[in-house]
């Protein structure tokens, strides 16, 4: 487990340096950059322009200035500054005086880290995905157990709509729901520091991964259910509240496993239309703003800790399968 | 047993409760008059409720990037940096420059110097004095080339600041000093000696001279660039200091109480404020960006204000709620169909061509048909203003004379009278409306177009880009678009930001589409240099009218500032300038009342 572990972890160098390389490319070949914005108002000047690009680096040649990103360059003033492998991401090139690090990892003074920017995408996405699990895993069983009955179709009723409506939409509904008709949420949070803010978000967030949960969970165990061990365990004289979580979740749960854990990093990264929606101070819409506003910096960070936001969740995903299913072995 | 010792536990917890939530009794000791008694009394202490401020919840959309006087170029940006500073001069109700900081203002003869006295004792918020060197800091610090502000060219006209700007501060040869010494910013005592520090009360003088003629800097000086924000905290916070409200202390009408970046920001009302009134209310911004979740919010009275859709516009106006509440009034910007003159163009087969608006009988015939009173109804859903002219209302230099119309029949005949006879020459070009792709900007080129097919029956294909491409592209005079939908929103409120700044050929912007007009270009100069207020004015006017009848794009429309504003906020005293939010400009007139 151990060297299969080490492997896999030296296995995201690469994997997130040919991610670094494939996102410089499409970022800088895509037109336009940080000063054009607004056409209706005053642009920066020529002479401004030409500092600010000195300052960032953006005169000196494409390949000098991703391996400044990587791994350091000397900045206008002589002094080398070490890049990606010391934990620097760079400067942002709207919020300026701010790094990348700086913007997702610091929390305000005096808070704890889990409110920061990453910190508050990480426990939403966690959030999420909490629900998915603790909704979607039970309904999935008993929609497969009470298969073709009321609760069945009245569970993959409440999953397809999860699956196939939008969430921004699904969020409007919820909102005039509980916060406009039953007054039982504030619409705008007050603060995020209360339980009761991070409800809707939740919700809307891991509704669809709560019907795709539900739907999976189900699916595996209508085919568990028609094994033959499950029938020889019965006609053993096995109680059902014994066979269903001892033989027949353990089993069905691999395939929902296997969705769970990049559904953990798209619930964190997917996050961008809720937190438009609720002004959340996450991640994800400083990620989807970056793009527009040709943030390279931020750009290039964030597309790096989804990358191994992904890359751990498969792992994570691996490492659960060993302990669910005794036959994988990691080693070999 | 252990149940027992429960219940007494319980008991026990609840009795010390019950103790802490008795009403404190103090034991007095009161001498009868007259007499020798002593009288023991308990004396309840009642609690007094704390009162609290109103407060005003304004939904401004997007946080800022960066708040940082110097730096900073955003509307949600300047949203914040106006509440807590104040430049030298400010602008009222009529967008009239008038004292902020400085009581008054003096030009030499020929307005090539201009020299500010500040009010007596004005103190920043946290009660520290504010002088004139504070102003020269902040001067200084826009122009210095280390700062790389985005509006630092704003103050070119500055003696030396151009060339200051231009300076490498990594060269060997660099030396600050010597360009502070020669820039044309200066504070003093009243007499002209040097100024001894911040903490200097006498400092009261800020001189600026300037490489030519500018008899319209001191309302250049009302803008954010100009804000005092203390060098000792901007040293102290880091490059990140703004983010922070410890370090954001001002001279402006509220004090920033609480940052919680991309939540929240709170003010409180600044006692020290030297400005025409002191607001009542507290004021928080919230960052809600979802327009269809900010109505919801509103309507649920979580928000006090916050800008309307045009979405939401339908069932804004059949509510008469909602339509009592619903505020609309001028803007500040103008957008117009803009043509590019100077880059060269591509037809289907790959073969260039010049810009066929070179011929001012295509131009006329593109403006004519352009109808402009449709587009504000039938695409803005009247959340927009016809205007057929360049200054927009409520802005110094706004004039109502026009040669411009929407004039269909005039229209096909200037195209028939134009080197390309009509239409079908026209179309082997194959003309392109570019935009940046969005859904609102897809519905209206989509109703342009099929207008100019309507009325000219001219084809014209839509190539939408991506947002920041599309400005990029009409930054470079070679990728300028043959035909797109741009504007200008004032940066101050005077006719020489519209006129000179925009379309005088030796700017970008004029630069950029590829207009001149020597005509027009002298009219300007000599309106930047006249110190005559009224001469100015009517050289600018002049000069309005020159570029109307040249037509260098299709005019076009004026923005509207409409936003949702609840019944209890009263006293709202609108400016065009207002984009932020109503009655942003001079927040004092405002009450919010119990609700």
Known sequence: MTTYLIRRLLWLIPVLLTVSLVTFIIMRNAPGGPWDTDPDRRQVDATTLKMLE???????????????????????????VCGLVCGNM??????????????????????????????????????????????????????????????????????????????????????????????????????????????????????????????????????????????????????????????????????????????????????????????????????????????????????????????????????????????????? | ??????????????????????????????????????????????????????????????????????????????????QIYQGLTTFNEKLETVPGSAAKWEYNADATQLTFTLK???????????????????????????????????????????????????????????????????????DGTACTGYDDAACDTLTLNFSKPAPYFHTIMGIWVAYPAKQE??????????????????????????????????FVPNPNFGGAGIPSYDLEYRYIVDTAVAFEAFKNGELDMTPSAGEDFATIQADPTLSAEHMVYPGACTILIKFGLAAKYTDPSGKPYDSPFLDKKVREAFALAFDAEGWAHDVDSDLSVATWTWIPPGYPGYDTATPLKFDPEAAKAALAASSFGGPDKLNALG????????????????????????????DIALDP??????????????????????????????????LSVYWRSDTTFAQREGYKNEQFDALTKEADTTTDSAKRLDLYKQAQQVLLADIPSAFGYNTLNHFLVQPWVKGISTTPQDSDWAGAMVPWTITVEAH
């Open chain 1, 54 to 80: 000195t300052y960032y680096g953006l005169d000196k040649p494409m390949w000098r200035q991703f391996m400044a990103y990587v791994i350091g360059d000397v900045n206008p003033k002589g002094a080398f």
């Open chain 1, 90 to 332: 760079g400067p942002s090139y709207r919020q300026r005086g701010r790094t990348v690090q700086d913007i997702l990892f610091s929390a305000p003074a005096d808070q704890p880290f889990w409110d920061s920017r990453f910190g508050y995408s990480m426990r939403l996405g966690l959030s999420a995905l909490i629900f998915a699990v603790v909704v979607g895993i039970p309904i999935g069983i008993l929609s497969a157990l009470k298969q073709n009955t009321f609760w069945d179709y009245a569970g993959m009723f409440v999953t397809t709509i999860g699956v196939s409506m939008p969430n921004f939409v699904m969020g409007i509904f919820l909102i005039i729901i509980f916060a406009v008709w039953l007054h039982w949420v504030n619409i705008i949070a007050s603060t995020w520091t209360t339980p009761n803010a991070w409800i809707l978000p939740a919700l809307i967030l891991g509704f669809g991964t709560t019907a795709t949960t539900a739907r999976q969970t189900r699916s595996a165990m209508l085919e568990v259910m028609r094994q033959d061990y499950i029938r020889t365990a019965r006609a053993k004289g096995l109680a059902e509240r014994v066979i269903i979580p001892r033989h027949m979740l353990k089993n069905a749960l691999i395939p929902v496993v296997t969705i769970l854990g990049p559904a953990l990093a798209i619930l964190v990264t997917g996050s961008f239309i809720i937190e438009t929606m609720f002004g959340f101070p996450g991640m994800g819409r400083a990620y989807v703003m970056s793009i527009s506003q040709r943030d390279y910096s931020m750009i290039m960070g964030t597309t790096l800790i989804y990358a191994l936001l992904v890359a751990l969740a498969n792992l994570s995903v691996d490492i659960i399968y060993s302990f669910i299913d005794p036959r994988i072995r990691l080693d070999k």
């Open chain 2, 1 to 82: 047993m252990r149940k027992f010792f429960v219940i007494l536990g319980l008991l026990a917890v609840a009795s010390m409760v019950l103790a802490a939530c008795q009403p404190q009794t103090v034991v007095q000791t009161v001498v009868v008059a007259g007499t020798p008694q002593v009288v023991t009394v308990e004396v309840v202490a009642t609690p007094v409720p704390e009162v609290q401020a109103p407060t005003l919840r304004v939904n401004l959309g997007t946080y800022p990037d960066v708040i940082d006087p110097q730096k900073s170029s955003f509307v949600n940006e300047i949203a914040t940096l106006k």
């Open chain 2, 120 to 190: 007596p004792d004005l103190k920043y918020s946290d009660g520290s004095p504010l002088n004139a060197a504070r102003f020269e800091y902040a001067l200084r610090r826009n122009i210095d080339p280390s700062t790389a502000g985005e509006y630092a060219s704003i103050t070119d006209e500055i003696m030396n600041a151009p060339e200051w700007r231009a300076a490498d501060p990594n060269a060997a040869d660099y030396n600050r000093d010597e360009w502070l010494a020669k820039l044309g910013v200066k504070a003093s005592h009243a």
């Open chain 2, 233 to 266: 905290n901007i040293e102290a916070g880091g490059p990140n200091w703004w983010n922070s409200s410890l370090y954001q202390v001002g001279n402006g009408p509220f004090i920033m109480d609480v940052v919680e970046p991309f939540v929240r920001q709170h």
């Open chain 2, 431 to 458: 003309l392109k409306l570019t935009y940046g792709d969005s859904p609102r900007n897809k519905q209206r080129s989509e109703w342009l177009v099929q207008k100019y097919k309507d009325y000219l029956g001219v």
């Open chain 2, 465 to 498: 880009v991506d947002a920041t491409t599309f400005t990029a592209l009409t930054k470079d005079p070679a990728t300028f678009p043959l035909l797109a939908r741009q504007g200008w929103c004032a940066d101050y409120p005077d006719p020489q930001n519209w």
